[in-house]
């Protein structure tokens, strides 16, 4: 069955297909083409595009938590552990950072909002919620990638 774009209820007549709720699934499937034209408001839907980041380097990240709740940070804010920031020494507040944890691949978000860390050789520390999301929470710090949001991305 073909299905042409020919008035405005085309594009919503979709072939419907019944498969059988026991028994082996069957290969002689119907195709269906769908052609829609370049003035179609499906053509022109905007696409989201992801955000980019780009790397800023590598190293040992720590987190703080709750001893800190409610004291101010170096930019103002009050500190909240449940919130997903982080201090770094340089980076100007409200940069976007994503950190990746370097051991299991996983990846957070967080915003600069505070001055750190001043100790050891570590690059980032993180409030305790972050730290929970790429499982640095165990270990205490651990090794991570970071990168920073690009503009116009």
């Given at each position: ?75 103002g804010e009050t500190f909240d552990p449940s919130a997903l920031t982080a201090a770094h020494r340089t980076l100007p507040f ?31 520390d993180l409030s305790e919620a972050a730290a929970r999301k790429i499982g640095l929470v165990r270990r205490g710090s651990g ?11």
């Amino acid at each position: 069955m073909i299905l042409k774009h020919t008035g405005i209820l085309a594009p919503m007549a979709l072939a419907v297909m019944t498969l059988p709720l026991a028994g082996p699934i069957h290969a002689d499937v119907e195709t269906v083409d769908v052609t829609i034209n370049d003035n179609d408001a499906l053509s022109t839907a905007p696409i989201a595009k992801s955000p980019a980041y780009a790397a800023i380097g590598q190293g040992m990240a720590s987190y703080y938590g709750n001893e800190f709740a409610g004291r101010p940070t170096a930019s103002g804010e009050t500190f909240d552990p449940s919130a997903l920031t982080a201090a770094h020494r340089t980076l100007p507040f409200g940069t976007e950072v994503q950190v990746t944890n370097e051991l299991t691949g996983a990846s957070v978000v967080v915003t600069i909002n505070d001055r750190g860390p001043f100790h050891g050789n570590r690059v980032i520390d993180l409030s305790e919620a972050a730290a929970r999301k790429i499982g640095l929470v165990r270990r205490g710090s651990g090794m991570v990638e970071l990168a920073v949001l690009t503009p116009d991305a």
